[in-house]
């Protein structure tokens, strides 16, 4: 069984900075990609980052320059920094990873910019 278990979350003021963490645990092998997604309320959950197992990432036009993706092979942990947060940036940030033995997505943790 895996899980993924993320910390890092909170409440920042616009301008301010966080930094999110999945650490994956259990029977998890190779993993392929691992990807970071958000969900605002009444919206649909949107792909904010990627990178790959050689670390090429990708990121959606709303957080370029802002957010930065990156992972720790030897942990297997996924990281977002998060610079110059705005409002618009408040939502549920959800990690996701697909390995060779699955896909796993973790539970959650909010995000709120707010003054």
């Known amino acids: 069984q895996v899980q993924l278990v993320e910390s890092g979350g909170g409440l920042v003021q616009p301008g301010g900075s966080l930094r999110l963490s999945c650490a994956a645990s259990g029977s998890i092998a190779s993993i392929y990609y691992m990807e970071w997604y958000r969900q605002a309320p009444g919206k649909q959950r949107e792909l904010v980052a990627v990178i790959t197992s050689g670390g090429t990432t990708n990121y959606v036009d709303s957080v370029k320059g802002r957010f930065t993706i990156s992972r720790d092979n030897a942990k297997n942990t996924v990281y977002l920094r998060m610079n110059n947060l705005k409002p618009e940036d408040t939502a549920v940030y959800y990690c996701?990873?697909?390995?060779?033995?699955?896909?796993?997505w973790g539970q959650g943790t909010q995000v709120t910019v707010a003054s």
């Open positions: 996701y990873i697909s390995g060779s033995l699955g896909n796993y």
